[in-house]
């Protein structure tokens, strides 16, 4: 539920940044090449099962699924540093590292914009 103007903008943005995470994740599976001896489904389920769970609470633009999408994009944050840093500064993993930095923060932001507005009981 978006309850403001400003709301508005930062539901896109996540919901961009939410697609661009997912599409990196893709693409990094295929490109360069893909391991060999390894399935490609269970490549793509471990890397996107997790994300994929939360697609309906962010194209509705829930505040909960957000607060848990957040957790969750923290371990592919860390998993990105991680290989960012292994493979030396590879784009891959850079960009990776930056785009769940943004749809972290962005997420926060949404939150932060998004809360209802505070009623007065008296």
Known sequence: ??????????????????????????????????????SVSLMLAVKLLPLLAFAVPVFRGHNRGYIWMAFVVIFYFTQAVVSTWLSEGAVAPLILTTLTFLLFTVAMVHLKVNRPAATTDA
């Open 1 to 38: 539920m978006i309850h403001n103007p400003k709301a508005r903008v930062t539901a896109r943005l996540t919901i961009a940044l939410y697609i661009a995470v997912l599409a990196t994740l893709l693409i990094t599976t295929f490109y360069p090449a893909p391991v060999e001896g390894v």
